[in-house]
């Protein structure tokens, strides 16, 4: 009795082990979709838009402000129209986005 059930509880810690890589990339690519809102604190903080033309862009290591966006922003991890954003931790900023930690892709 007592071997069956420890065999049982073998089972189940055998399968719980084989689920947490699963639930870990679920929840993983789940915050790669979201999308940074302009409310969010942080993007506030760092003057985040979705649209650079509504931003006072400074020119900055030798490119004017106007042609700033998310998209040629080195910290763009993507080529779509909304893309990861290493700065907010994956998390998606439009590519015709800007805030003020913008660097140029090298
Ligand atoms: Fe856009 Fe670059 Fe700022 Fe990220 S760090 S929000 S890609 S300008």
Not at 4 to 16: C, E, I, P, Q, W
Not at 41 to 60: C, F, I, S
Not at 71 to 89: D, I, K, R
Request: with cysteine.
């Amino acid at each position: 009795m007592a071997d069956l059930s420890r065999r049982n509880f073998l089972r189940g810690a055998v399968a719980g082990a084989a689920l947490i890589p699963l639930v870990s990339l679920d929840s993983r690519s789940a915050r790669a979709a979201e999308r940074v809102s302009p409310d969010d604190p942080t993007a506030q903080a760092l003057g985040y838009v979705e649209n650079a033309a509504n931003a006072d862009r400074k020119d900055k290591a030798g490119v004017p402000g106007d042609q700033q966006t998310c998209s040629n922003c080195s910290l763009y991890m993507g080529e779509g129209e909304y893309a990861p954003c290493t700065l907010f931790q994956g998390r998606e900023v439009a590519g015709a986005g800007w805030c003020t930690a913008w660097v140029p892709k090298g």
